[in-house]
């Protein structure tokens, strides 16, 4: 099992610690590393900063939204990054919400969700294999766009840079179980949101056929500390605001997948008190036991022990969420 670093989006601007995290994790030989975006900060151009000061770590994003880009956007920046870099790219992709499709990008979440992907995905690998023009009579993803509205003069096109690697990495952070399983068929490795060691049989059906040299690549928040219920503190504010703040009432699939992973009632009683105001109530509701088995916190010997239980699955590589370069080193002792 890999390490990897996951630096997330910034808050209210940039974080002047990403590329000395990047840079550390580099030093103790992490595989990777990884920025995201939601409505603020975008993916590629932080990634792009610390491959200009990196050298050999493997540069991800986890993720970049489908809908902030059309597909051959986003297949653009990844070749462009990806020759920049010296091969270093992987591009991990998801579809976002309702509300952030609707709300920030301004455009219709799609009705039909893995159709939607599937279609992304075929554009951003014709582009990336240069095989010839692009073309795809989609239902989201037209090339040449052929609706009402259109001038009927697009010409199908193939890029003008050759990209370095026809197979460049591509991941996907699927939640529901349809969407997981076609993860699998379609792309080169998922990005789960939360993942579970002791809790297998949680993704088992829609991991029922994994091809050879797939990756698993789960996010999960560490810190090496001795009180525990005081290092969990933060995952409880992260999942309190994903589960209860990251979508509608009637569709949230942050609080959909907690409740698939045996806390339904936790999950719905976070999204009301949430939805009602009482966010400090909210994060405190969120069960301890779910925020300790989907991260790595406590002392160094617990988080050893623990860590055993992550690399029995199929996960190939675990990203790390942790501002605190001790806590870097001791899973990097922890994992060599």
Not at 76 to 83: E, F, R
Not at 221 to 226: F, I, K, L, Q, T
Not at 235 to 243: R, T
Not at 305 to 310: A, D, S, T, V, Y
């Amino acid at each position: 099992m890999r390490l990897g670093l996951a630096l997330g989006y910034w808050g209210r601007g940039p974080s002047a610690d990403h590329l000395p995290l990047a840079q550390e994790a580099e030093r103790l030989g992490y595989h990777s590393v990884w920025t995201a975006e939601s409505w603020g900060s975008d993916a590629f151009t932080p990634l792009t900063w610390i491959a200009a000061h990196t050298e050999r770590i493997l540069l991800g994003t986890a993720i970049a939204q489908m809908a902030a880009r059309s597909p051959t956007t986003t297949a653009m920046h990844a070749l462009t990054l990806d020759h920049l870099s010296g091969g270093r790219m992987m591009l991990g992709l998801g579809l976002s919400g309702p509300q952030v499709v609707e709300g920030w990008y301004g455009r219709p979440f799609p009705r039909s969700p893995l159709t939607a992907t599937r279609e992304y995905v075929d554009v951003v690998r014709q582009v990336l294999r240069r095989e010839g023009p692009v073309e795809l009579d989609g239902r989201f993803h037209s090339h040449p766009y052929r609706g009402a509205d259109g001038t009927g003069l697009g010409k199908a096109l193939k890029p003008i840079t050759h990209p370095l690697r026809a197979e460049l990495p591509v991941l996907l952070g699927a939640e529901g179980p349809k969407n997981i399983a076609q993860t699998t068929r379609i792309a080169d490795g998922w990005l789960p949101l939360y993942w579970s060691p002791t809790r297998p049989g949680a993704y088992e059906a829609s991991l029922a056929d994994l091809p050879d040299g797939f990756l698993v690549a789960p996010m999960a928040r560490a810190h090496v500390c001795d009180d525990v219920a005081e290092g969990l503190l933060p995952v409880k504010a992260m999942l309190g605001f994903y589960i209860g703040g990251m979508g509608h009432a009637a569709r949230n699939f942050h609080a959909d997948l907690m409740a698939r992973m045996g806390f339904e009632e936790e999950a719905r009683r976070i999204q009301r008190l949430f939805l009602e105001g009482r966010r400090e109530e909210a994060v405190l509701a969120v069960p301890d036991a779910f925020a300790d088995e989907i991260s790595l916190v406590g002392p160094r010997e617990r988080i050893a022990e623990r860590l055993e239980l992550w690399r029995k699955g199929p996960v190939t590589d675990l990203l790390v969420l942790s501002p605190d370069p001790h806590t870097l080193r001791v899973l990097a002792e922890l994992n060599s």
